[in-house]
């Protein structure tokens, strides 16, 4: 294989957004500053919510601040933030960001419980707010939540998640992420709904955003991989999900990923090594051993694949 | 998919053997029934080596033995063994063994370490063990070690593998088990890897044997099932590798596989229910946390996928 793979680290929103403990502004630049030293192209920040609804998200506006004003380490790397609301789209445009990621569920249980709107609502909202992010000369990501599963619903049928992409692509919306939030995906079923939103428009740009609740979080990636997805969201240290409730899957691990794509002479770039660091300063700070593999093994010592 | 999967579990050898704590023979055979009585059709009771050297499969002819007094359970199931050397065949023999495994590495350090012969020498004996094993009316499975790259050597060449597949095809032998013995493969290779070997002779079955040390066990398996790999040894509660050492990765973990088997539409009657509070008692008794997944989680929620 010979492609270009794009990381989209989602870590510092996605993982740090569960963990019971907010982590400080420095140790989060810190942590961001490493990931872009290790070739990271895509960072998400954070997301920019009420500060009192998610304290753990309150400095997103201060973080995207402060890391522009390193302009020789920032200007290689895009920064995406995650809106849900037209209040949090105006902090974002205000600090910076480069990308902006908003989502819509294909589950309307979820949806309702998650935005108090429905699947229709939702869309015709952050259709909109992605006009005004274009419009203000941003880049837009849009997803589909919930598209593998749902964790109220259960099954979330195909046909949901294609309309919804449909809706995107007429809108003009062409960098989609198909994301299961819950971690219900399973390697066909990857194979079989990237291929289907494939065929909508071939000039999309798709991207998975995995999780690792049961376990399937690489064999996802690699069903994705094979069916041309070479966009992929993932979280340093396997961050993500909830580690006080007991469905505790968090992200697909940005090393664990780095390493199987390395192994398939892919992303060679990315320092490995400096990414098992992190992951292993990462379980210092929260003093528990991190979900990775990779952080505790070390990668293969390198020899060339035939 | 609709096709039948067959499920090795190698646990009770492969898991045990590794663990410093030798496990009462009675604690085997309650986890041993209960597998049997989840529907895992083929189960690998121990190896047949020397008592001292492994003291944790000093037992494995008792438990054989004590296996065939339960008629009715161990009906419906076959039992394996691993033989090293001519003294474990003869001891198999005598306990009532169905099948024996039986294995030469890819990786001429790796054979010379683990048997102090050379990849010729080995394949010859081996051969000539498993014509013993048949003519006294055993079925025979014969195995590639180090398949997929070597802990010593690093990459194993192909034709390495593939030479010594044709070889045991050569001799009669069409049950095929290609073992990543340290860990190494990718989704990728085992691709490759199980296509080679599947033109070789197309009623051979084929078996996979992955370890999930750098957390690709299930990519692994889902590869191999795409390229009709049917066959697959896993261990319950992701046992195997050795929990002191800094790589410990184990084995597949067999109620993990069996959960995204069952999410697919495959291996439906297997009881996963069950599998899961096997986990659960052996976390018990070795008292940490096992590795795999679903243990943790439950299962998702049963719903028809379409």
Known sequence: MNRDIILHEVGPRDGL???NQTVPSWEKLKWIGALIDCGIEIIQVGSFVHPARVPQMADTDLLLTDLRKDKIRSSGVIFSGLVLNERGLERGLACGV???CMGVSASETHSRKNTGMSIAEATDRIIAMAARAEEAGKKVQLSVQSAFGCGYEGHVPAEKVTGLVQKFLDAGFKTISLADTAGHATPDQVEKLFTAVAVLDDEAEWACHLHNTYGLGLANCYAALKVGV???ESSFAGLGGCPFTKIAGGNV?????????QRM???KKVNLGKLIEIANDVGRFFEREMSGYVHKTGPILEYERV
Chains 1, 2 share one sequence.
């Open 265 to 267: 002479n892919l992303k």
């Open 17 to 19: 957004q569960f963990e």
């Open 253 to 261: 691990c940005t090393e664990d990923l780095v390493h199987m794509l």
């Open 230 to 232: 070479n966009y992929f």
């Open 98 to 100: 480069d990308l902006f």
